[in-house]
């Protein structure tokens, strides 16, 4: 016995002290607490050890179990029944409540008050887990079942099994986002289909919110739960923002509704029947109804709702179009502000202020530029008919052809030719043919010109007809004239009229006569009033009637008794050696052996003969 102790054994290996503490390898056994302590002791390096054994079981496992004080000064929980692994060991000088255990069953790391059953915190920013295996993988592994922990059920369809991330509010905990493993079908055997979820929490809400599902298909979904592709985006746009280099590659095909490139649709498949559009903002009001309709250029076909068939190519083209249909469209603004349907404009501001017309051609820059209401136009060329708003059915070729003046309109021309009609205003049923041909006229109507740079008497004329600055007509009256300008007969010649082969005439009338006449000049005619023309034919007899020969021409008189104009003579027999006017009104004629002349005069016009 000791009298610091209750007993010693073995020099001190065994020490019980009074205060009930005991000490091996001590014998001043100590401890944290004032009540009884069991004391550990070595010095040296030897390993201060605890040992629990069980051996010779007939129903329970042998094993051997040992707590150390390593040599790094660590305790260390030892398995020793088949050799020696050490599962448990805390380091010398470990942070005071690394782990805390509370009555609830919570485990805590780094707080003496954990929330959950396996509560975390950490105040450094190198990360709180960290698991390292070689050869096979790291796996976390978390299980959802039905039924209890004690007694779980199967797995059933839409049982989910989360993890959870929370931000702090300064008072409480705040979910911020959360992955989630949902089970797609009852979970059997070898068969466990399941999707993984991504939730986050939208700004100005409390709660998680799925975002991207990935299916056990493999399928993606972005703003769906149920994506039907490899990548399904919904109600959203796909964005991809890099250098020069980002790309998008595929074997397949790339379907969606609408593509974008830095912010604006580029290609849309628009709701209607086969409906696309190719540029910023093309087609982007259509709606269904408006179907067939192909829309390229930035902006092109932009207020178009349910317009059906119209088809263009450039910006701004048919932009302000609603529900006008089956118009074509080439080129920037062409048909800008169109409402109709059926026209057709190639060239850039063609048809630009068209609203309500039907049935319109155009080809060439701001060809019909102005056309508003008019209908069934045809223009080829830059500027033509540029100015016209409101007529129709006119047909135009040329470089600024009927080119116009602002505020007014035409209709039922047809005009060719560079500027040819170019100043026209209200003249209408024109048809102008040649290089400026009729490009004087304004309000000029009904009028026909052909010919290089020919044109009308005035700029208000109407019913003119000039073919080559030769042949003139008023087609009011029917009269034409060759050689002047004003006709005042069906047909008048200013010049003489010469004919190789027959000449065949509507006469007035046809009257005879014989004269005798041996040798001199003799009157045959005299014509007054009127204005005629026709042929005189004189044949001359011998005695016995013997024929000696004929003299004829054709004449014309100049209106208003002007005078007998003749033209070339023929003569068969040298008889009759001259036809001759004397005055203005007698027509003679000269033999020089003979007997009598038969004289005829074939006149037609007006006037009397005697």
Known sequence: MNPTGLFQVGGGSLTVLSSGNVGIGTTEPSGISTGTNLHLATTGDTFPSFRIERSGGSIKTDAVWNMFIGSAGDLRFRDSTSGNKDPFV???QTPDNTVYLDSTGNVGIGTTAPAFKLDVRDTT?????????????????????????????????GDVNYFLFQGYTGSAGQNMARIGAVAEANI???????????????????NVSEKVRITSAGNVGIGTTSPSTKLHISSGTLTIDGNVDTSINAVGDISAARYQINDSTMVAILPGINSIAYGVYAGISNIAGGDYNTFVGNYAGAS???????????????????????????????????????NTANGNNILYHNTTGNYNTANGHVSLYANTTGSNNTANGQGSIHYNETGSANSIFGVKAGYGVSGSSFSSS?????????????GSDNLLLGF??????????????IGYDEDAPTVTTNNHLNIGGIIYGDLSTGNVGIGTATPSQKLEVAGNIYATGSLSLPFYSIKTKWVLATSGTYKAWTITGGNSGGEVIFILYGNNNNYHGTRRC?????????????GPQESAGGYISNISVVGTTEIHFTVSNGYGVYCIIRLYGGGVVE
């Open 90 to 92: 805390i380091e010398y």
């Open 125 to 157: 920013t190198t990360g709180v887990f960290w698991r390292h295996s070689t050869g096979g993988g790291t796996t976390f592994a978390n299980r959802v079942s039905g039924g209890t922990v004690a007694s779980p059920t199967q797995t059933l369809s």
């Open 188 to 206: 059997v055997a070898n068969d466990g289909p399941s999707a993984l979820t991504f939730e986050t929490t939208s700004d100005g809400t409390g």
């Open 304 to 342: 178009n709702t349910t317009g059906e068939g119209n088809s263009t190519n450039g910006a701004y083209a048919l932009n302000k179009n609603k529900t006008g249909g089956w118009n074509t469209a080439t080129g920037v603004n062409a048909l800008y502000y169109n409402t109709g349907n059926y």
């Open 414 to 426: 047809t005009i060719m030719g560079y500027q040819a009609g170019y100043n026209t205003t209200t």
């Open 436 to 449: 400026q041909s009729g490009n004087s006229l304004t309000t000029g109507s009904g009028n026909i010109i």
């Open 554 to 566: 054709l004449f014309h008189r100049k209106p208003t008794n002007a005078g007998i104009v003749l």
